[in-house]
């Protein structure tokens, strides 16, 4: 199935009357898949990200390492606070 016309109307709810239609025509228009280079930075001149210009504290892994590291001391943080709870219960 090919569309080759699109047709867009624009119409009031209260009266159903037509405020804008716009008619679109396609004539040259192709079902083949575009080239690969097409859908490549370098095609639209924008140049490829290079991962040494990426800033250490922007990777994943830095920001993975802190937050386990954060829970390890929270959940150590913790089971402290209940010890000292029941040694001063137990007293």
């Given at each position: 199935m090919h569309c080759t016309d699109l047709v867009i109307e624009a119409t009031t709810v209260k009266t159903g009357a037509t405020?804008?239609?716009l008619n679109l025509h396609f004539s040259e228009y192709t079902t083949e898949p575009p080239a690969k280079e097409v859908f490549t930075l370098e095609h639209y001149g924008i140049p490829t990200p290079d991962d040494?210009?990426?800033?250490?504290?922007?990777?994943?892994?830095v920001w993975a390492a802190l937050a386990v590291g954060g829970l390890v001391l929270a959940v150590v943080f913790r089971r402290l606070a209940v010890r000292r709870r029941v040694r001063q219960q137990g007293v």
């Amino acid at each position: 199935m090919h569309c080759t016309d699109l047709v867009i109307e624009a119409t009031t709810v209260k009266t159903g009357a037509t405020n804008h239609k716009l008619n679109l025509h396609f004539s040259e228009y192709t079902t083949e898949p575009p080239a690969k280079e097409v859908f490549t930075l370098e095609h639209y001149g924008i140049p490829t990200p290079d991962d040494d210009l990426v800033p250490w504290y922007s990777r994943w892994k830095v920001w993975a390492a802190l937050a386990v590291g954060g829970l390890v001391l929270a959940v150590v943080f913790r089971r402290l606070a209940v010890r000292r709870r029941v040694r001063q219960q137990g007293v």
